[in-house]
């Protein structure tokens, strides 16, 4: 994967902020999947009701209360946007850069907070001629109703394109 810059200035927000209609709709789902609970069960996640977003969604597995985070599933915008599938790898095992370090400190907080966690929109540079606009929703899952097992994300990816020097 080619290095990747995000804006460090960019806070992280609630989910009731978000931008994305697509992302505003994943999240409503996710809120009636819960209902009381503070997080659904990854089994009651139903493809049809994230169809809209289903190739930019991804799951991560919890290791050991948020210590590491294992890549579960990954939709096909997004493996074409990472560079290929990265299933049953660890977070840790990925190199240090910008994009996979936002995703460890992003991860973190939902855990801590035990609620979605949202950030953007905000321009990612992959190179000089690579520039998307990213809006990213992160939800907790929870097998038992009481830990936080999993992760689902929702990325909101846009390209954009980058005036050439001629025309700048």
């Given at each position: 994967?080619?290095?990747?810059?995000?804006?460090?200035?960019?806070?992280f927000?609630?989910?009731?902020?978000?931008?994305?209609?697509?992302?505003?709709?994943?999240?409503?789902?996710?809120?009636?999947?819960?209902?009381?609970?503070?997080?659904?069960?990854?089994?009651?996640?139903?493809?049809?009701?994230?169809?809209?977003?289903?190739?930019?969604?991804?799951?991560?597995?919890?290791?050991?209360?948020?210590?590491?985070?294992?890549?579960?599933?990954?939709?096909e915008?997004?493996?074409?946007?990472?560079?290929?599938?990265h299933?049953?790898?660890?977070?840790?095992?990925?190199?240090?850069n910008?994009?996979?370090?936002?995703?460890?400190?992003?991860?973190?907080?939902?855990?801590?907070m035990?609620?979605?966690?949202?950030?953007?929109?905000?321009?990612?540079?992959?190179d000089?001629?690579?520039?998307?606009?990213?809006?990213?929703?992160?939800?907790?899952l929870?097998?038992?109703?009481?830990?936080?097992?999993?992760?689902?994300?929702?990325?909101?990816?846009?390209?954009?394109?980058?005036?050439?020097?001629?025309?700048?």
């Amino acid at each position: 994967m080619d290095p990747v810059t995000l804006p460090d200035d960019k806070p992280f927000k609630p989910a009731t902020e978000l931008v994305s209609p697509a992302l505003r709709a994943a999240f409503r789902s996710w809120q009636q999947l819960a209902g009381e609970r503070f997080a659904p069960a990854r089994k009651d996640l139903v493809p049809s009701r994230f169809r809209d977003v289903l190739n930019s969604i991804f799951l991560m597995e919890v290791i050991d209360a948020g210590k590491d985070f294992r890549f579960a599933l990954g939709g096909e915008k997004l493996v074409r946007f990472m560079d290929g599938r990265h299933a049953g790898k660890l977070l840790s095992e990925m190199p240090e850069n910008p994009y996979y370090t936002g995703m460890r400190i992003m991860f973190s907080l939902c855990i801590q907070m035990a609620a979605p966690v949202a950030r953007g929109p905000f321009r990612v540079m992959r190179d000089a001629f690579d520039s998307h606009l990213m809006e990213v929703l992160i939800m907790p899952l929870s097998s038992d109703g009481k830990t936080l097992t999993d992760l689902l994300g929702v990325v909101d990816l846009k390209q954009q394109s980058i005036p050439s020097a001629k025309s700048a």
